[in-house]
């Protein structure tokens, strides 16, 4: 994967859908998250998206361990963060994963750009 997604969830209507998750050994779904976000990234482990819609009044940053999903508990469940400013809706967020396993993720907002490092949820 690359430091920024896109990726369409149906020709109709490339902001919405699911991201879903298999296991490639044994061809089946383990999960799915439903989101209006195109937005996510792989960190420790961990997909980490926004939550479903940004608002109101603003989006927060969810992780997922990549086996348990959005069903997980305990260690495996999954993390929220606190809304972070620039992930109000007028500003169509965008979420940028640094290389590596640095623990964080930064969160930009596209309309009046100002990049905030988030702790990883």
């Given amino acids: ?3 920024r997604h896109t990726f369409p969830h149906s020709a109709e209507d490339p902001g919405a859908g699911a991201w879903n998750a298999y296991d490639l ?32 009044p603003k989006s927060r940053l969810i992780s997922m361990d990549l086996r348990a999903g959005p069903e997980g508990t305990g260690w495996a469940g999954p993390r929220m963060s606190p809304p972070p400013p620039q992930a109000w ?33």
């Fill in 1 to 3: 994967m690359t430091d």
């Fill in 25 to 56: 050994e044994r061809p089946r779904r383990l999960w799915s998250y439903p989101t209006s976000s195109q937005e996510a990234g792989l960190v420790h482990g961990r997909f980490v998206t926004f939550t479903d819609a940004y608002g109101p």
């Fill in 89 to 121: 809706d007028g500003e169509r967020p965008a979420l940028i994963v640094p290389g590596g396993d640095a623990g964080h993720v930064v969160v930009v907002a596209r309309i009046h750009p100002a990049p905030q490092s988030v702790p990883l949820p």
